[in-house]
């Protein structure tokens, strides 16, 4: 079995009454990319705090590299890079400047700290903006700074929480390849995430979390195996005709899930379904039909409700 860079049992985190981690299990191993996915509110950012040392445990265990927070976080702090959701950098500086001076926080002589800059510049694709002040960046460029700044001490754990929330989709992609890269060198990363299609692509493995409980845990593609069936069929009607369908629809499919604006279909076997619908004369405006994702999955667990 892989080595454990971080091991919880039955980790707890209580603010006053309110049990924002109740009592999780995980371990993740060297070399791999783990992923914390939920709604807001599910308690994934205070797991990370938690790990990255930076919030006390209420109750139960958490060893982090090997190490206890409450009593080794200077020294578990030191061996971590840590992009938080929200870009911290000194825009007063330049490119270069924000990794020197984090260089030096970690008591690194000056001239591995060059030595680094020019390499993690490179990995960043920002090697030409070197002399240029923060404040002129794109928010991928500062995206993708905070996280070569993360790298400069070379971390044995690198945790990112929400790495693209408020990227447009190239940024979000090239962010991804960043972080891919990273993954093929053979750094550990932690990542929380509510985007899918992030997970499926950079996890090996991840743990769905609900009001401050895991709910599911496994590989995307064990977790859409295990929750979902092979395919999704979308179905929209002409108005007023949904509640008298969905009678119709009855035993056609695994599961069917109705919404406001459509009806969704879980099934093994889409072909069969439809021709199911076509024998009860049902003949909806609209169908697509898709391959189930991680999405379903995290719905499914999850629900659909709106949480601010």
């Excluded at 840590?82 to 924000?98: M, R, S």
């Excluded at 090697?127 to 070379?154: C, E, H, P, Q, Y």
């Excluded at 053979?186 to 895991?214: F, N, P």
């Amino acid at each position: 079995m892989a080595e454990s860079l971080v091991q919880a049992r039955g980790l707890t985190k209580k603010f006053g009454d309110f049990v924002a981690v109740d009592g999780v299990d995980f371990d993740i191993h060297k070399g791999e990319a783990f992923g914390f996915l939920g709604p807001n509110g599910a308690g994934k950012t205070s797991t990370m705090k938690m790990i990255s040392t930076v919030s006390p445990i209420t109750s139960g265990s958490l060893r982090v590299l090997g190490h206890d927070p409450e009593t080794e976080g200077r020294s578990i702090r030191s061996h971590l890079g840590v992009v938080p959701q929200e870009d911290n950098l000194d825009i007063e500086l330049t490119v270069a400047e924000n990794l020197y001076v984090y260089g030096r926080y970690h008591d690194m002589p000056r001239p591995l700290i060059r030595e680094r800059t020019a390499e993690l510049l490179e990995f960043a694709q920002l090697s030409d903006r070197a002399d240029a002040r923060v404040d002129s960046l794109s928010g991928g460029m500062k995206r993708r700074l905070t996280i070569a700044r993360a790298l400069i001490n070379d971390p044995d754990l690198v945790i990112l929480d929400e790495p693209t929330t408020g990227l447009d989709p190239q940024a979000r992609h090239l962010l991804w390849d960043r972080l891919y890269r990273l993954k093929r060198q053979g750094s550990t990363l932690i990542i929380t995430t509510h985007y899918m299609d992030e997970a499926e692509q950079l996890c090996d493995r991840l743990v769905v979390m609900d009001r401050g409980k895991i709910a599911a845990e496994g590989s995307p593609r064990s977790l859409i195996e295990k929750y979902a069936p092979r395919e999704v069929i979308e179905l929209r009607f002409a108005e007023g005709q949904m509640d008298q369908v969905t009678l119709e629809l009855d035993g056609l499919a695994n599961r069917s899930e109705v919404l406001a604006d459509r009806v969704l279909l879980y099934t093994d076997d889409a072909d069969k379904t439809q021709y199911g619908m076509h024998e009860r004369g049902i003949h909806p405006e609209q169908v697509l039909v898709r391959r189930s994702t991680l999405e379903d999955v995290f719905l499914r667990l999850t629900g659909r409700r709106l949480i601010d």
